[in-house]
């Protein structure tokens, strides 16, 4: 097997300053604007936005709260228009209701405004002229704008759990049926066009977790769902409006979320689907490439501290053609496959592995893996669980067959142009503290404060291969700092990085990355590096956010002329409130989460 090599196509932008202004920053000879804020009308006849009448109805209408993942679907046969489509993540209460005093205090407007909030846009878009600008289309039908929210949205339950005892509830007896989706992260756009979305940290929402008994307080426990109080330090208390959120009376409730979710946005009457075959945990995304046997694989992390790698296999295989017949057929893929969980060793002794990020004698943080096998259609391979169990509990699978404890896997991409797969480990404070697992070679600094890259190169460069070697291209933070490592590049030349979390791919195999939570004490920002040649490892920042936000995204358009950027929770600073907001971006007056595009003024390539 022969990788595509990546392109020549240098990084020429000049490189942004870390720096903790309330603004985008952007490189010179380029621009941004804002292309969809929270409150923008989506759905035609969306009421006009209003901060103190919000309402479940309003709010299922328009663009929703901390918009996360973004991905633009090409609308087939244009060049100037296009689905954009975006998650929103969770609500910050605090920054959305003027007056917030307490969860208890909210209306239930204001309260089913909030669970609208949560869930996914489809909104088409326009390109401005020539240029790399997009704006919400307007003046036609705009029949593919929709909300997808957690209030109302019906989704299917797809693959071997559904229906399962575990997923039955008083509302759906038979199991196969779920309203709304909760905290979408990250996601992909697959090869037919469609959008999948991890539903990541779920365990917030619900209630009564307390009252559930001894044996499902186990699973609980191992998914982050308090078992040891009625509410949850810092409750939405969302059973105050919908009864399901609470445990006590529906403990299956929270099985139903923790799934990869599928959205066709070129079909929006069909619902969208929640794939139980590709496993539950706090999913953070999911991206596809097709193998060279036309089997589909799903690259996905399961962001908490210690928890684990996964790749899903399909049992069909794609068909490359827009036919009906065709992406009928694909629309199955994720339906039925084999899931496999990661498990890592290094090459290098245990002993030259200090978890202070030394590099060891060979010089590079790097090994070999293997994917052990899960479950595969209806046969699981996980001794005392059944398939639908590992579906279902797939936390507890990986802990029974010995998966690798990672520093929170987050966005895990291949690139199209190498098949070389990248995961962002975005921290982990807890390794090597207390009983904790210690650094080991895939995960070498002790309370990783700034999170590090993941390579997998699969054998023979085959996607359904059971074995793989990794490297660590990069183990972020302040050049300047020992413990960092930027692939060999001059470190003098290189921009601080901290807290990757969501990667994408230039058209020439640049390697993009944003990050949340920067510990360097700046703001959150976009990166782009070469993976390749020379100038692997040379990453410049090539856009900052405003105070308080975190980076998302970000996503580069096949043509290379644009990149979307979402822009969550600015001025997500403990004390700020709509009255007083520690951002006022994007409009001079609170804080509003924001997808933003940002183009080359000259219409060139974004990033070389
Ligand atoms: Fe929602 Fe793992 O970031
Ligand atoms: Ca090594
Ligand atoms: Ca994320
Ligand atoms: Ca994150």
């Not at 210690?306 to 065709?326: G, T």
């Not at 996980?382 to 998966?403: H, I, K, N, S």
């Not at 895939?442 to 070697?469: L, Q, S, W, Y």
Request: charged fraction near 20%.
């Amino acid at each position: 097997h022969k990788p595509v090599p990546q392109k020549a196509g240098k990084l020429t932008f000049q490189a942004v300053a870390p720096n903790t202004a309330d603004a985008v920053t952007i490189p010179p000879g380029y621009q941004t604007s804002v292309v969809l804020r929270w409150g923008d009308p989506v759905v035609p006849g969306a009421p006009k936005f209003s901060l103190t009448q919000q309402t479940g109805a309003s709010q299922s209408k328009q663009f929703g709260y901390n918009n996360d993942f973004v991905g633009v679907i090409p609308l087939p046969g244009e060049k100037n228009r296009a689905l954009l489509v975006v998650n929103h993540e969770y609500t910050n209460e605090d920054l959305m209701f003027p007056g917030f005093v307490s969860q208890d205090a909210l209306t239930s407007d204001q309260i089913e405004a909030a669970i609208a909030a949560h869930g996914l846009s489809v909104v088409e878009i326009e390109r401005v002229g020539r240029t790399g600008q997009w704006k919400p289309a307007k003046g036609h039908r705009l029949r593919y704008n929709k909300r997808i929210t957690a209030l109302s949205t019906e989704f299917k339950l797809t693959g071997p759990a559904a229906g399962s005892a575990a997923l039955r509830t008083a509302a759906d007896p038979r199991g196969y049926t779920v309203i709304g989706t909760l905290n979408n992260c990250a996601g992909g756009v697959t090869p037919w066009g469609t959008v999948l979305s991890g539903e990541e940290n779920f365990n917030q929402y619900f209630v009564g977790g307390d009252a559930v008994d001894a044996a499902t307080k186990t699973k609980f426990n191992r998914y982050g769902i308090t078992t040891t109080a009625r509410y949850p330090s810092g409750s939405r208390k969302w059973d105050r409006v919908q009864e399901r959120f609470d445990l006590a009376k529906h403990p299956n409730e929270a099985n139903r979320f923790g799934w990869i979710v599928e959205v066709d946005p070129l079909n929006p009457g069909a619902p969208p689907r929640k794939h139980t075959a590709m496993g539950r945990f706090k999913h953070e995304g999911a991206n596809v490439i097709v193998a060279r046997s036309g089997h589909v694989v799903a690259y996905m992390g399961d962001d908490e501290r210690f928890d684990y790698l996964y790749k899903f296999v399909s049992e069909k295989k794609y068909i490359k053609s827009d036919a009906p017949w065709a992406r009928k057929h694909n629309l199955s893929l994720l339906e039925s496959g084999t899931l496999y969980v990661a498990k890592v060793t290094g090459d290098s002794p245990a002993a030259e592995i200090d978890g202070t990020g030394k590099l060891p004698k060979d010089g590079r943080f790097d090994g070999k893996g293997v994917w052990i096998k899960l479950v595969s259609g209806n046969r699981s391979f996980v001794p005392g669980m059944t398939a639908a169990d590992v579906l279902t509990y797939t936390r507890l699978a990986g802990d029974a067959v010995g998966a690798t404890k990672m520093d929170r896997p987050e966005d895990v991409q291949p690139s199209l142009r190498t098949g070389k797969i990248y995961a962002a480990m975005t921290n982990n404070s807890n390794r090597g503290v207390g009983a904790n697992a210690p650094a080991d070679e895939a995960n070498p600094r002790n309370a990783n404060k700034h999170g590090h890259i993941f390579e997998i190169v699969e054998d023979c460069g085959d996607h359904t291969a059971t074995k793989f070697t990794w490297s660590l291209p990069i183990v972020c933070g302040d050049p300047a700092a020992a413990d960092t490592y930027f692939g060999g590049y001059d470190k003098s030349a290189v921009s601080p990085i901290s807290c990757p979390d969501n990667v994408a791919f230039d058209s020439a195999g640049n390697l993009w990355i944003s990050t949340d939570g920067n510990a360097l004490g700046t703001n959150d920002g976009l990166f782009a590096t070469p993976i390749e040649g020379k100038e692997k490892g040379h990453l410049k920042q090539f856009l900052t956010v405003p105070k308080g936000a975190e980076t998302c995204g970000p996503f580069i358009t096949s043509d290379d002329k644009s990149v979307f950027t979402a822009v969550q929770h600015p001025g997500e600073i403990t004390g700020a409130s709509v009255e007083k907001p520690a951002s006022v971006w994007p409009d001079g007056d609170y804080a509003k989460p924001a997808v933003i595009v940002t183009w080359r003024t000259d219409g060139g390539p974004v990033g070389s």
